[in-house]
């Protein structure tokens, strides 16, 4: 062995026995304050440990610390008799826990290992290239969150699958074009940027590498070109739309795309590792047992499942996982007898919490559905209406841009117009509300007009939602989940038109307001005998998230008639929950709640001076940690409280105010006094979740219908109680009630 492998070993042995010392002080500090779980029988540490130092017939030489079982436990070193070496923590004769493996080429491990195999966290670091790997396994494979450099000088940071970029990622290739987005099998699929080393990029749908579907590529001086894509030219059609619309004729073949502008992004290969430290045996001189050299000449893959493509479970040894839409849930297990109980109220039980598997919201709107035309006149609307050429959007307006009466009709025959094209709808005609003002504040709030046109107008069709609101209103989302479309009756929209001017200042002013973010107010007229008249608002939709909601509450501070008669079994991932429903209280950390109540503060005086009332917070909460059979797990209350403090949270760097929020949710339960109890008891039971809130439905003013509504309810229930009441009254309930639910952790 050289002597720079030689210094290397004993520097990690040494790097070990520092860390072991450390833990053990930790643990003796620890288990005298509090009592030990149990724990299996192969968790125990034997009694009678021993340091050894064993040579074995085959050559292969063991130091380190030996157990009464004649097996290898605690810290060693292995060097088989053809180079490879594992220094680091045994078990019961096996390689588990931290520790660094050596191949005779000079290549590297260092990091978990279970049963042998390579798995957990680690890094893999090759002898003779550049091939470098830090992130997750499991069973010997790249599977879970990582970052690769490969020996061609590119890099990959993102998901991995089975060895392969699979999920959410970014690729860099080594000339300076980069691919930021989904990832299947190790090729680009899915929603995707390209962007290339001279600026220009491609937004849209890929396939197999390649784009397919709804596209936008766009030139660095602002002209792009809409449409769908595909390497069939006889599938290709799209629009030009120059950044000049005084330019003249422009040639340009999309097919260039393809046979020039991704010849130079291929996607490297890895080196392969022909041998795991599962394959090498162990001879620990002794009888075959059940711990020892029989399980280290298993082979690197049986027992091992890295699961279907839609989730991700294993078994590796001893070992289980699931997670991700495979999550299973066990219906009998936590069958609650009755909805208050088993969300604690009314009773002083602990809280059972059950997660169901996360599925796509709303039903696909197809050829026969009832609102299929509608579905098809409103894409049509869009598009045209957005990528109608105009003038460079200031956000400085005018007054006259607010005027009610600023509306556009536009006619669409079904042979088109000079201005639309034919289509295969029934004749309607179009109307734009204020239509300067939404393009400012689509440009306010970041929305590319060539994206928000392909989430609409794609060729994947909007999904409704099962049921309609408690309004009557219908919503529909996006196939990418980032906007919501709202039916309104012709009071909302004068409600919106009405604050337009206040709301446009607002958001101007308030960069991280927690309202609803409005992109366009629009009216659909059907032709015929009906005249139907169908007005919609387009928003964002506060879940579109690259967390799994797995728990939403609708929080409005009062207490008549805000509980879901549901029982803990039946409640879904897209069950909205009340304020009676509610057994959380979420502590922020302090920056993060210094600025929840200033924006609320900012937002609640708005929405006061509008004379707004009956809005809510809507809150998204995901566990980060999910048990086998899908129930949360708890952790301690002494742990470090998360936040942008802690930056070993994922997603917490790019967390803003009301998107991706750590924070640590401590569960309450309720007394059994008679009384509704709007906040339960905190329980010091504490799980690490991500939050998403937003201040939804602030286009209900305090007119004539809920004056008459709360002089009614009035005298039948407590006045404090009921949702409909005076503006300020109802700001301040509000504000009362979301303090005492989001507080500042300690």
Known sequence: MSNGLNGIVKAWEAKLKKSRKAAKRRANSIFTAMSVAHVDDDDILPVDLSDVETSFPNGDI?????????????????????????????????????????????????GSFKNGHLDGEGIYTAAATDDFYRGSFICNVKHGKGSQNYPSGDHYEGHFRRNLPDGKGRYKWKNGNQYIGHWRRGGMNGNGTMIWANG???????????????????????????????????????????????????EWDPQEVYSVGLTDCRVSKCEEISVFPSDMSVDWASDEDECGGEMMRRGGSEGCSLGSESDLSFDCGSGSLEMGAGVKWEEGSARADESEKSRGVGGTARNHILIKPTKKQGLTISKGHKNYELMLNLQLGIRHAVGRPAPTTSLDLKSSAFDPRDKVWTRFPRLGSKHTPPHQSCEFRWKDYCPLVFRALRKL?????????????????????????????????????????????????????????????HVRASENTLVTKFFGLHCVKMTGPAQKKVRFVIMGNLFCTEYAIHRRFDLKGSSHGRLTEKPESEIEPTTTLKDLDLNFIFRLHKSWFQEFCSQVDKDCDFLEQERIMDYSLLVGIHFRDMSHSGQPLNISENRTPVGSADQNIEGAQTATLGSNIPARAELTVRKNNGEAQLVGEPTGEYYDVILVFGIIDILQDYDISKKLEHAYKSFQYDPSSISAVDPKQYSKRFRDFIYKIFTQDS
């Open 62 to 110: 063991y130091t380190g610390q030996w157990a009464s079982s004649s097996a290898a436990h605690g810290h060693g070193k292995y060097l088989w008799a053809d180079g490879h070496m594992y220094i680091g923590d045994w078990r019961n004769g096996r390689i588990t826990g931290t520790g660094k493996f050596i191949w005779p080429s000079g290549a590297t491990y260092e």
């Open 445 to 505: 709030f970041k929305v590319d007009p060539a994206d928000y046109m392909i989430s609409i107008c794609g060729n994947d069709a909007l999904r409704e939602l099962s049921s309609p609101g408690k309004s009557g209103s219908f919503f529909y989302l996006t196939n990418d989940d980032r906007y919501m479309i709202k039916t309104m009756k012709k009071s909302e929209a004068k409600v919106l038109i009405r604050m337009l001017s206040a709301y446009y200042n």
């Open 200 to 250: 220009n990029r491609y937004d849209g749908t890929w396939e197999n590498g390649l784009p397919r579907g709804n596209g936008t590529y766009r030139w660095v001086d602002g002209s792009f070109y809409v449409g769908i894509w595909s390497k069939d030219q006889d599938d290709q059609s799209g629009t030009y739309y120059p950044s000049d619309p005084q330019s003249g004729v422009f």
